[in-house]
């Protein structure tokens, strides 16, 4: 009966650089079954192929679900 179901997915999001290699994003997103997530993040770029990220994320309604991201990027 799960395979029947269906959901549509959504996000919206802007980034934007705020100086040496350091992006700024924020988004919001989620789908049309569950409350929607709050997200903000930050990007280092620290060479032409390597960059690092930082995000948390939070989603609305109770209880408050919360979510924290590490990672990196290798460009080859």
Same mark, same amino acid.
């Given at each position: 009966? @799960?395979? =029947? =179901? @269906? @959901?549509?997915l959504w996000?919206?999001?802007v980034e934007g650089?705020? &100086?040496? &290699?350091?992006d700024l994003m924020a988004e919001v997103? +989620? !789908? !049309?079954?569950d409350e929607p997530w709050l997200g903000a993040g930050?990007?280092?770029t620290l060479g032409d192929a390597f960059s690092v990220n930082a995000s948390y994320a939070v989603? @609305? +309604?109770a209880p408050r679900v919360?979510?924290?991201?590490l990672g990196f990027k290798l460009a080859f």
């Open positions: 009966e @799960s395979a =029947r =179901r @269906s @959901s549509t996000n919206a999001a650089a705020v &100086g040496r &290699g350091v997103y +989620g !789908d !049309d079954r930050l990007r280092w989603q @609305s +309604g919360k979510l924290w991201t």
